[in-house]
């Protein structure tokens, strides 16, 4: 299988918290990375966690790890359309990132 | 701070023909860039790495031939796909990382480069 796999689509609405979920094979990554990608472009990150933390918030953004289980989740808080694209997260050895497929968000009124 | 640039941002050329693609590091010095590609609706797949002044390094599967890349300066990275075919379109991203964080780079990404080989 996929070393990070995550879930394709994600639909919300604003106002809403979203929760975008991840899994990913190498245990030896020592960030994981989300990123955003708007239509066209590039990538941003948003945020990184090392890997011996579980939490990170950062504004409205939420990152938990449960390394034994190696899941990563971003949580968005109070979704805005502005929130609308594809969101990968990315396992990092030695430099070399591994990105999962991205999970499209779709904000709705 | 921390701002990539690629050029060009599309890009059309005739199968057969070879097309370059400059990635920059505006404001600060990338000791590493790092060039993927992205097929629609899928991830981004690392296709090398290069550091300034030295070869770059593929991925397997990826033909050094085909995908020549040029680190010439600590701002400057060119990928030219050579002898391009319908199959080579696709969107390019590079990445420039100006540090090296414990065993991982802080990566920056440029905005992509979107290219059409007819």
């Known amino acids: 299988g996929e070393d990070v796999e995550q879930s394709l689509f994600l639909s919300v609405r604003e106002g809403d918290s979203s929760v975008i979920n991840c899994t990913y094979t190498d245990s030896s990554s020592t960030y994981l990375y989300w990123y955003k990608q708007e239509p066209g472009a590039g990538l941003q990150l948003l945020t990184y966690i090392f890997s011996n933390m579980d939490m990170k918030q950062d504004q409205r953004l939420t990152v938990l790890l449960n390394k034994k289980d190696k899941h990563l989740s971003l949580r968005i808080a109070d979704t805005q359309t502005g929130d609308s694209a594809i969101y990968f997260c990315a396992t990092d050895s030695w430099g070399k990132l591994q990105f999962g497929a991205g999970t499209q968000v779709v904000v709705t009124p | 701070g921390a701002v990539v640039s690629q050029h060009p941002s599309r890009v059309i050329c005739k199968s057969g023909t070879s097309v370059k693609i400059e990635c920059r590091s505006l404001d600060f010095q990338a000791t590493t860039m790092f060039w993927y590609r992205q097929f629609p609706k899928q991830s981004l797949m690392l296709m090398a790495t290069?550091?300034?002044?030295?070869?770059?390094?593929?991925e397997q599967g990826v033909e050094k031939d085909k995908f020549l890349i040029n680190h010439a300066s600590l701002t400057l990275s060119t990928l030219t796909v050579t002898s391009a075919h319908p199959e080579d379109s696709s969107f390019y991203i590079c990445?420039?990382?100006?540090?090296?964080?414990?065993?991982?780079?802080?990566?920056?990404f440029g905005p992509g480069t979107r290219l059409t080989v007819t």
């Open positions: 290069s550091n300034e002044g030295s070869k770059a390094t593929y």
């Open positions: 990445s420039a990382s100006p540090t090296l964080r414990g065993s991982s780079y802080e990566q920056y």
